[in-house]
T-cell receptor, first 113, second 116 residues
């Protein structure tokens, strides 16, 4: 069965520092890959998605993610975080266009002033 | 741009009561997905519909049922509510063609259900 692993439950970085959130997936073929962000008590906002093509994907809010087939990874990065980036980040996969999305357990990002 | 509309935003029910959550997808989206997110948990897939037919089923309790109507809106009916049903319930919609960039989920803001 397909699965998504986010190895870091919590990550703390200083404001202005760079960020990388890890995501690994387990599936025979390349799935559709997503990163969502969720502020406390709020909905899920799509940051970026990967279907095919260029393995470096640009998203909103200055985020990017790189798909690495050899490592089955889709890590999220941001060169300089802002205090407003503090939130829960979910990596997610889907098998195909009509398939359900499966979420990872999430990584809670804390920002130090 | 139009988004996925969920109603109500908040709902408080007592144990053993019934609740109905509604989801209005983005215009022209024909696929609806329901998710449940417990406190501190990741969203869990419940059920999905494509063209008014159930297309997939996840960890949805037998006490829950859902359907998609002719206008593509969907309703999640929850009966005999339990304290453990307290959660954020999300609906998402997509265009069920799987055509690359045309594909994409858009989530609603969710309905927060509290069972007391």
């Amino acid at each position: 069965a397909q699965s998504v692993t986010q190895p870091d439950i919590h990550i703390t970085v200083s404001e202005g520092a760079s960020l990388e959130l890890r995501c690994n997936y387990s599936y025979g073929a390349t799935p559709y890959l997503f990163w969502y962000v969720q502020s406390p008590g709020q909905g899920l906002q799509l940051l970026l998605k990967y279907f095919s093509g260029d393995t470096l994907v640009q998203g909103i809010k200055g985020f990017e993610a790189e798909f690495k087939r050899s490592q089955s990874s889709f890590n999220l990065r941001k060169p300089s975080v802002h205090w407003s980036d503090a939130a829960e980040y979910f990596c997610a996969v889907a098998l195909g266009g009509d398939d359900k999305i499966i979420f990872g357990k999430g990584t809670r990002l804390h920002i130090l002033p | 741009a139009a988004g996925v509309i969920q109603s109500p935003r908040h709902l408080i029910k007592e144990k053993r009561e019934t609740a109905t959550l509604k989801c209005y997808p983005i215009p022209r989206h024909d696929t609806v997905y329901w998710y449940q997110q417990g406190p501190g948990q990741d969203p869990q897939f419940l059920i999905s519909f494509y063209e008014k037919m159930q297309s997939d089923k996840g960890s949805i309790p037998d006490r829950f049922s859902a359907q998609q109507f002719s206008d593509y809106h969907s309703e999640l009916n929850m009966s005999s509510l339990e304290l453990g049903d307290s959660a954020l319930y999300f609906c998402a919609s997509s265009l069920g063609t799987g055509l690359g960039e045309l594909y994409g989920y858009t989530f609603g803001s969710g309905t927060r259900l509290t069972v007391v």
